[in-house]
């Protein structure tokens, strides 16, 4: 049974790394929430490794970017691993061939031009249009903020008939960017494989990410599996994720879910939560309203 918490530091002592997700957990695409950096900060203040695992389908230098520009102090953690930099790697291995075409906004141009240093002059991935296209690379919809899944079912059903194989860069469905909820890639992957077609996921929760991010954390000095905890609001992405990797699970009530616990965000309802984490089969460690 899940333990209900009031801070990080009331958990912390065990654990010589955090594995901890972004959106929803650490901003809400604006700005981040009251207490985060503290949390975090206060964290590696006791010798412990920050690293901030995301869905996010662009390469990590991009992410550190759009986190400064929200006042997220580089003090807070230690790296960035993405699932667009799980992606990137196999698209350069040649998941989805070299001629693609790109279904997503103009910000996640970065997934193609920032070419990671063990692939420069190894391979080249082309943008191509629609039809000339050997696979499909997804980061999410042109419009994130007024379109919908549904809306790409005709190019779907194309893409399925020529065989076309899709890289999701983001197994997210939805986050909440301030009050608007939008889609993700995940969402479109996943009416892909619906209609028939073939989606490849690299992103939490499936395993290249965590295999990434213990990388990045071993050239940090390196924890066991034992002594990290995994920091997320999503259920099927950051809970399911972790959990499958063998890893300690701090659920945050107060992201995704928030509106099915009660009216206090910081204090989720007992009884409530343990109804809705029994329903998904689900049993994080512990559960804290927002992290602070």
């Given at each position: 049974?899940?333990?209900?918490?009031?801070?990080?530091?009331?958990?912390?002592?065990?654990?010589?790394?955090?594995?901890c997700d972004l959106w929803g957990c650490v901003h809400n695409g604006v700005a981040p929430f009251p207490g985060v950096a503290e949390a975090l900060t206060g964290f590696r203040a006791?010798?412990?490794?920050?690293?901030?695992?995301?869905?996010?389908?662009?390469?990590?230098?991009?992410?550190?970017?759009?986190?400064?520009?929200?006042?997220?102090?580089?003090?807070?953690?230690?790296?960035?691993?993405?699932?667009?930099?799980?992606?990137?790697?196999?698209?350069?291995?040649?998941?989805?061939?070299?001629?693609?075409?790109?279904?997503?906004?103009?910000?996640?141009?970065?997934?193609?031009?920032?070419?990671?240093?063990?692939?420069?002059?190894?391979?080249?991935?082309?943008?191509?249009?629609?039809?000339?296209?050997?696979?499909?690379?997804?980061?999410?919809?042109?419009?994130?903020?007024?379109?919908?899944?549904?809306?790409?079912?005709?190019?779907?059903?194309?893409?399925?008939?020529?065989?076309?194989?899709?890289?999701?860069?983001?197994?997210?469905?939805?986050?909440d960017l301030g009050e608007t909820r939008i889609y993700c890639a995940g969402a479109l992957a996943a009416l892909y494989e619906d209609m028939g077609g073939r989606s490849l996921y690299f992103g939490k929760p499936h395993p290249p990410i965590y295999d990434l991010a213990r990388r990045r954390l071993s050239a940090l000095g390196g924890a066991d599996d034992s002594r990290i905890l995994a920091v997320g609001d999503g259920i099927n992405t950051d809970v399911a994720g972790a959990m499958g990797e063998g890893l300690d699970v701090l659920f945050i009530s107060g992201g995704l879910a928030a509106d099915q616990f009660g009216d206090d965000v910081e204090n989720p309802d007992p009884e409530l939560l343990m109804t809705w984490l029994n329903a998904r089969q689900r049993d994080p460690l512990y559960t804290i309203g927002r992290l602070r």
């Open positions: 049974m899940t333990r209900i918490v009031q801070s990080l530091a009331e958990i912390s002592e065990p654990y010589d790394a955090l594995f006791k010798g412990g490794k920050v690293l901030l695992l995301t869905n996010a389908p662009r390469p990590a230098k991009y992410v550190a970017q759009s986190l400064d520009r929200m006042g997220l102090p580089r003090e807070a953690y230690d790296a960035i691993v993405t699932s667009g930099d799980a992606a990137q790697d196999a698209m350069f291995a040649g998941a989805v061939g070299q001629k693609v075409w790109h279904l997503g906004p103009d910000k996640d141009e970065g997934f193609f031009t920032e070419v990671p240093p063990e692939w420069q002059g190894q391979v080249t991935i082309e943008q191509v249009p629609f039809e000339e296209a050997e696979g499909m690379v997804c980061t999410g919809p042109f419009d994130e903020m007024n379109e919908v899944p549904e809306d790409y079912r005709p190019r779907f059903l194309l893409a399925k008939s020529r065989g076309l194989p899709m890289l999701c860069a983001n197994p997210d469905i939805v986050v």
